[in-house]
């Protein structure tokens, strides 16, 4: 139900439906490989398995961050989105896509083969396509008032510059290596950035 109580089509509120449950068990199947890790474990200190693990554990923890960062900015691109528009579906399932594949390179990028370059264009360039798919669903919703209940539309600005931090934190990750997956942190700049830059161009 939209803020002004209009009850989205059924066949598209069917369909976030099951974007959401693909979220749902994109994010449980992050931890499996933690499961797996306390399964196999030989030794006999929990410290000591989270210590040998500490790599896995925080892979499961970004991903997890950045799903759920993803599931909100796609959740709040919707919410006042009530009619099925076909372009906007194709989007939302190429989005779906990059949410179940992340697993995989989070995977990657907990294991031996973490720090090689291939491994990083995969993890965060997986990122930063889902990114750029919300990015473009901004724009779509923003050229269809038609779909909207109401005038609100989507930040853009906002979408694009997160979209723009993911490739600039897989350029730095890339040129300097040193820095492992650090320069994610990145990602927290354009909260901060982008209503700096509204303030002084407004």
């Keep these: 139900m939209s ?25 449980t199947l992050l ?11 030989q030794g006999d200190s929990v ?9 896995q554990i925080g892979a499961f923890f970004l991903s997890f961050v950045v799903i759920a ?24 399932l190429l989005w779906s896509l990059t949410i179940v594949v992340l697993p995989f390179p989070t995977a990657l990028a907990a294991g031996d083969m973490g ?10 360039g997986t990122m930063a396509l889902s990114a750029l798919v919300l990015a473009l669903m901004c724009v779509v919703i923003r050229r269809h008032p038609e779909i909207r209940d109401s005038a609100e539309s989507p930040d853009h600005v906002r979408a694009f510059a997160m979209a723009g931090v993911f490739v600039l934190a897989l350029t730095v990750m890339l040129v300097l290596p040193g820095l492992s997956y650090w320069p994610l942190l990145l990602l927290l700049l354009p909260d901060r950035l982008v209503p700096l830059w509204r303030s002084r161009s407004g």
């Design 47 to 55: 410290t000591h398995l989270l210590s040998e693990s500490r790599d």
């Design 3 to 27: 803020d002004l109580g209009v009850e989205r089509e059924r066949d598209f509120d069917r369909f976030l439906t099951f974007v959401d449950a693909i979220v749902a068990i994109a994010i």
């Design 31 to 41: 931890v499996l490989p933690l499961v797996d890790v306390a399964g196999s474990f």
């Design 115 to 124: 720090q090689q370059a291939a491994t990083k264009v995969l993890y965060v």
């Design 69 to 92: 960062d993803l599931w909100l900015t796609q959740h709040r691109l919707l919410h006042n989105v009530v009619v099925t528009e076909r372009v906007l579906i194709r989007l939302l």
